[in-house]
Every structure is written in C-alpha cells, then in structure tokens.
C-alpha cells in the first residue's frame, strides 16, 4: 500500500479527534484487507454504500470524490484508497467521509484498538 504524503503522526497542522480516529480505523482496514487478500472490487455492495451516503452530503466536490471512490474501489486499488484514506489534510475529509470500508470490513478488534489509541488524545496539536 502507497503512503500517503502526510500521516496523522507527520502531519503539522490541526487534527481533530474525529479525523484521528477516522484515519487509524482506515489503516487498520485497510491492513486487514492487504493481509486477507480481501477482494474489495467484487463487493459490489461497496458502491450501493457510497451511493446512498452521497445521498446524505451537498457542496461542489462530493459527486467528483464519490466518482473517484468508485473507481478505486471496482479497481481494487489500495495504494490511491490509502493515499486518500489516510492523510489528515482538509482536503481529503469527503473520501473518509463517503469510504464505506471502515463500515463494512472494521472487526470488534480494530474498534477496540481505535477506541484505546484515541482515548487520551488531544483535540488540536
């Protein structure tokens, strides 16, 4: 999987609490589905997912991401999902917001680690 440019631990600027746990949910999906060779572009019930949460958001930019999201996924490409998925830029928030991953492919375990990692963190650094 290709590293994004910036990590929740590299990145300089703020980082809210939602975005943290957000991007350690998504490494952690996102390393289970490499390690279990899970074939995300077969699960065709990925894109119903994006489709009905795009439902759900308005502004400029959302049916572009949405369209991005799609491709990537039926495509099965980690490394443009974790570029995007794991970055904590601004810029970068609609692909986590409309990634149906987490949703679908998180286990107890990875909550439970999220949960532990992100309990003490602060709001903004």
């Known amino acids: 999987m290709k590293n994004p440019e910036f990590t929740a631990e590299t990145y300089t600027g703020a980082i809210s609490p939602r975005t943290y746990r957000q991007i350690l949910a998504n490494r952690l999906v996102l390393a289970r589905i490499d390690a279990e060779a899970i074939d995300i572009a077969g699960d065709r019930s990925l894109l119903a ?11 400029p930019g959302w049916d572009k991401t949405a ?10 490409d980690l490394d443009e999902l974790s570029s995007r998925l794991l970055d904590p830029r601004p810029e970068f928030e609609a692909f986590r917001v409309l990634s149906p991953l987490v949703t679908v492919y998180s286990t107890p375990k990875i909550s439970a680690v ?4 992100s309990q003490h963190r602060i709001q903004y650094r």
């Open 114 to 117: 999220v949960r532990r990692r």
């Open 49 to 59: 997912i994006i489709d009905r949460s795009l439902t759900h958001c308005s502004g």
């Open 67 to 76: 369209a991005q999201l799609r491709r990537w996924i039926s495509h099965g």
